[in-house]
């Protein structure tokens, strides 16, 4: 018989994979001041004003029926399994709270039995949380693919934000590695969820993306989506055409239930949704990636898409083997371009071109993206638009905004630019103020590239810098291989 301590160390292990929110790994001990930073589930998140949240971050259970080729909690891993009983999971959590441990619950869980069989547990859970301990904070669950209409709206009234996490970026990956979930079992309740937030008047946009752009059909995404079983079956013929439709009809069919039935006073899912994508699982380019989370912002107005770097926790002839690093900084440039897609007014198709569908490992999007339409640089701080100001790279939200205020009182001047956040050594190579330019004297791609990556680097010197010039090739040589530029 497990004791409750041991079911937390088994099931926040298996949750650790779930990037949802970072996990700090901190093992601070209490030495006299309020809480303490448990080893055994516990989480930090942000909120929108910038606070440090504590959550307790836990699966109900890792005992799953799914056999997804890239899961650690896949039936066929051999591997210590545990589950919560309703009343643990909500006695664990409340007293984790009242020692000022945590603020929060983020739950996910693995299919056991079947999905609304886990998810019947999982309300109870909540439902106990919230109205036997009287707990107001905040939690973050996740909902099964798959699940019930009515199961999903109920987890809704309790949880703030709900998440349905797609994994597989493609069709094609999704039927490969987890050929016992289908593109309908997870649309499904994400369209349910953005309904219900609609009819509540509950759905805040994220920021200023997509502003003028239609919203997509959700049976337009779902066909290209299905894509590659499509391609895959096509000897077969209907299948394929019949799990599109299949897909269609059930996404068209989740309708938020009537406000009637809802209890006075509760919202549903306040704080919106969220799903999380496999990154290097499947082979899938960046672009193909990205074009998902394009699809999924503009279909169910996500709050957010989260990206997890493969982790080659089993053994499968399938995937990377366990030897093989997670791809953590091709994880970090899509983060990059995902924020220029929500913040930046960017678009998927400007990131890529035909020959190249991969970011560049080397430098951020935006200044890939810069490089490559040269021709709309430098631009002139001082009578730019505040969308164009938003695409020089080193400019961000804030700073447009501060040049923008100012250039109402005076002139903007160099030396000023630095003092509003501008990250100069990404932005001098393609501004001007005042008609001067600060940037190289060669305005070349490969020019500035090469400079950008020096200065990245920690190497200060140009490339057409007399001192540079002076250096013999061995030096020379030496200091490009130290920035990592040989």
């Known amino acids: 018989m497990q004791t409750l301590m041991e079911k937390l160390q088994i099931l926040a292990d298996s949750a650790k994979y779930d990037v949802s929110c970072s996990s700090s790994g901190s ?33 109900f259970s890792n005992k799953c029926v799914y056999n997804c080729e890239y899961c650690v909690n896949r039936r066929s891993n051999d591997f210590p399994r545990a589950s919560f009983e309703p009343d643990e999971l909500a006695r664990l959590t ?55 209409q009515e199961l999903l709206h109920e987890i809704g009234l309790v949880a703030d934000r709900l998440s349905v996490n797609i994994e597989m970026p493609t069709a094609r990956s999704l039927q490969t590695f987890a050929p016992q979930k289908k593109p309908k079992e997870i649309f499904a309740p994400m369209r349910q969820i953005t309904n219900s937030l609609i009819e509540r008047n509950s759905l805040k946009g994220p920021g200023n993306m997509f502003r003028g752009i239609a919203v997509n ?19 077969g013929g209907s299948r394929a055409d019949s799990d599109t439709q299949d897909s269609i009809t059930a996404v068209s069919s989740a309708r938020p239930l009537s406000r009637n039935r809802r209890r006075q006073g509760e919202d549903f899912a306040p704080a919106g949704q969220t799903t999380q994508m496999i990154i290097g699982a499947g082979g899938e380019t960046d672009q193909s990636i990205l074009n998902t989370s394009e699809s999924l912002y503009r279909t169910f107005k996500m709050k957010r898409v989260y990206y997890s770097a493969y982790v080659p926790v089993v053994d499968s002839p399938m995937l990377p083997t366990r030897k093989t690093a997670p ?15 929500r913040f930046y007014g960017f678009s998927v198709k400007e990131l890529f071109t035909e020959k190249s569908q991969n970011l560049d490992p080397d430098l951020d999007p935006k200044v890939t993206w810069a490089l490559r339409n040269l021709d709309q640089f430098p631009v002139e701080v001082n009578r730019a638009s505040y969308d164009t100001l938003m695409r020089i790279p080193g400019i961000g939200a804030v700073s447009a905004r501060r040049i923008v205020r100012q250039r109402r009182l005076s002139a903007v001047k160099f030396d000023d630019l630095k003092k509003m956040g501008v990250v100069l050594k990404r932005a001098k190579y393609f501004l001007t103020c005042s008609g001067r330019y600060y940037g190289e004297k060669r305005f070349e791609p490969e020019v500035i590239r090469n400079a950008i990556l020096q200065m990245e680097n920690g190497l200060q010197m140009s490339l057409f810098d007399d001192q540079w010039n002076r250096l013999e090739e061995g030096p020379r040589q030496e200091k490009l291989s130290a920035a990592g530029l040989l």
């Open 94 to 148: 409340i007293e984790f709270y009242r020692r000022n441990y945590i603020e929060g619950l983020f739950l996910s869980s693995a299919v056991e039995v079947s999905p609304d069989r886990t998810a019947e547990r999982i309300l109870e859970s909540l439902r106990l949380l919230r109205y036997k301990y009287g707990f107001s904070g905040y939690i973050h669950a996740k909902i099964i693919p798959g699940v019930s």
């Open 327 to 341: 791809p953590l900084a091709r994880e970090h440039r899509i983060y990059q371009a995902d924020w220029l897609l």
């Open 217 to 235: 059909a959700p049976e337009h995404y779902l066909k290209g989506f299905s894509q590659g079983i499509e391609e895959k079956d096509k000897a």
């Open 27 to 59: 093992h601070r001990k209490n030495t006299g001041n309020i809480g303490n930073a448990h080893t055994a589930g516990i989480c930090h998140s942000w909120s929108a004003d910038g606070r440090c949240i504590s959550l307790l971050k836990v699966l």
